[in-house]
């Protein structure tokens, strides 16, 4: 009898044992177990692998477009001296459409013209690179060399890189690669704005003096041809949001566009 309830309790200790100390399989093995340790989430493909791409020069660029079919619903912002990030602005502003304007100075003051609900903020400079404006008058934008009167919003920035369906020559001085914002628009009257950026940084891109070409090289991807094209503030003080692409920035933005 001792023997019968020696084995029993020695059976009874071996169960409650691995019970308690044993593994648990009951939701299967960890996905990927042999590259990620557990509770390491998978890791999300980059915006760089989201995008479509062109090549130039031996050079793959991705981009991303969005194309604004009602101007007239097109907000510009100042967002100087108080800098909002990408993330706060969306949401205060409800943007489903979000990207950078031009380019300011030191001291936090647009450089150029600019111009918010018809007030002009600031007036226009005299420079080989900013040579251009961006404006909205009567319910339509257009990429000029000079600001037009009476207008909703403006502002001055550049080069221009396309003007009456041409691809213009740049000549930069210390030239180099950052991520460039575009606005252009096409000969059916539509404004798009272009974000591109390099293969291997979503902060570097092409240079600026190759930017024509390259945005050329886009037009023929997406089936449309520039009228017009201007460029924007690039690098790291540049952002890029739509439904399906969010390119933030790195350091603050100085004015911006929403829709």
């Known amino acids: 009898m001792k023997k019968i309830l020696l084995a029993f309790l020695t059976i009874f200790l071996l169960f409650f044992f691995f019970n308690q100390k044993g593994p648990s399989f009951k939701d299967g093995p960890l996905p990927q177990e042999d590259q990620l340790e557990a509770g ?7 915006i760089i692998d989201k995008l479509d791409t062109i090549t130039y020069n031996h050079q793959i660029y991705p981009f991303a477009y969005y194309q604004v079919n009602n101007s007239e619903n097109l907000k510009l912002f100042l967002n100087l001296p108080q800098a909002e990030s990408s993330i706060d602005i969306i949401k205060k502003n409800n943007c489903i459409f979000l990207t950078n304007g031009g380019f300011y100075d030191k001291n936090n003051q647009p450089i150029g013209w600019f111009v918010l609900d018809g007030k002009e903020l600031s007036k226009e400079i005299t420079s080989r690179l900013f040579n251009g ?58 404004l798009i704005f272009i974000a591109i950026i390099s293969k291997e940084s979503e902060f570097n891109g092409p240079l600026l003096a190759e930017t024509p070409q390259v945005l050329e090289k886009i037009g023929q991807k997406i089936n449309q041809e520039f009228e017009s094209a201007i460029n924007l503030d690039g690098g790291s003080a540049s952002v890029f949001f739509t439904p399906e692409t969010f390119i933030e920035e790195f350091s603050p933005i100085g004015s911006y566009f929403c829709l």
């Open 40 to 46: 390491q989430p998978m890791a999300e493909p980059s």
């Open 133 to 190: 404006f961006l404006q909205l008058s009567n319910k339509k934008v257009f990429i000029t060399t000079l600001p037009l009167p009476n207008v909703d919003f403006g502002l001055q920035s550049g080069p221009l890189l396309i003007q009456d369906q041409k691809t213009l020559g740049l000549k930069i001085i210390n030239d180099e690669g950052r991520r460039r914002i575009i606005a252009a628009i096409t000969t059916q009257n539509h």
